[in-house]
């Protein structure tokens, strides 16, 4: 069962910013010995670069100094991120899922629900398969660094759903919360597909949305190839006891 969120009345989880879809707040959620995150340090989100102006005086208000772009190279260069007084971060993890719609588009038809899971969870397991070291990199800014960041890619759902999940977990969030966060994106996000020509009206409604068996995809491989999630944020991503008990100092009350 997950636990509950203390009442914050001066704090929302979800910010309503003009450029920016998805754009949400870590802080609340109970942690390890019931110790709640810290409000306004650690943000999730879609892209930044349609950010307004009065959406960058917010997140200059809201004290943002370091922002962590999951995107790959060419969606970073087609929208750039362009903040002042922030240090840009570059994980880059390319978006497999849209050069396969591509690569569809091209042979012509359209891709059903059916198919479009399908390759979400395959895009799931390849983020534990083949992209930990930026997961890593992630968590060496939340060592690192003790001002507010936001970490996001394009829509803010998958390569940072997983990424928030992992956060949460390493933090001693409870699964239930975690999902429950995870799947907040189907309330937030509202974004047109880039290659809806490729999708039935279905397959647009999964891949612009999230379920709890992508997440569980990624569960899943990593279960196949590090038993826990715990070893695996020891072995893949360096979060040794030493280390977890510092990103617990920092960012849980």
Request: net charge negative; with cysteine.
């Amino acid at each position: 069962m997950s636990q509950t969120v203390p009442p914050q009345p001066a704090w929302s989880r979800s910010l309503s910013l003009q450029g920016i879809q998805n754009f949400r707040d870590l802080g609340g959620y109970i942690g390890h010995e019931g110790r709640p995150i810290k409000w306004r340090k650690i943000f999730r989100s879609g892209h930044l670069a349609h950010a307004t102006a009065q959406d960058r005086h917010q997140l200059q208000t809201l004290g943002v100094r370091h922002v962590l772009d999951f995107r790959g190279v060419q969606e970073s260069a087609a929208a750039v991120c362009a903040l002042d007084d922030v240090q840009l971060h570059a994980l880059s993890i390319e978006p497999t899922v849209h050069y396969r719609l591509e690569e569809r588009a091209r042979q012509g038809g359209a891709m059903g629900p059916e198919e479009v899971t399908g390759l979400m969870r395959e895009t799931y397991e390849n983020f534990v398969l083949h992209n930990s070291a930026r997961f890593k990199q992630l968590f060496e800014v939340l060592l690192a660094h003790s001002e507010p960041l936001v970490f996001h890619c394009t829509y803010g759902k998958d390569r940072t759903g997983l990424a928030a999940a992992l956060v949460l977990h390493s933090l001693g969030v409870d699964t239930d919360t975690i999902e429950q966060d995870y799947l907040l994106t189907n309330q937030l996000l509202n974004a047109t597909p880039r290659l809806g020509k490729v999708l039935s009206e279905e397959g647009q409604r999964v891949l612009l949305g999230v379920q709890t068996d992508f997440l569980h995809a990624s569960l899943a491989t990593i279960q196949a190839h590090y038993g826990t999630v715990d070893h695996y944020l020891v072995q893949a991503i360096g979060i040794d006891t030493n280390k977890r008990q510092q990103l617990r100092s920092a960012y849980l009350e």
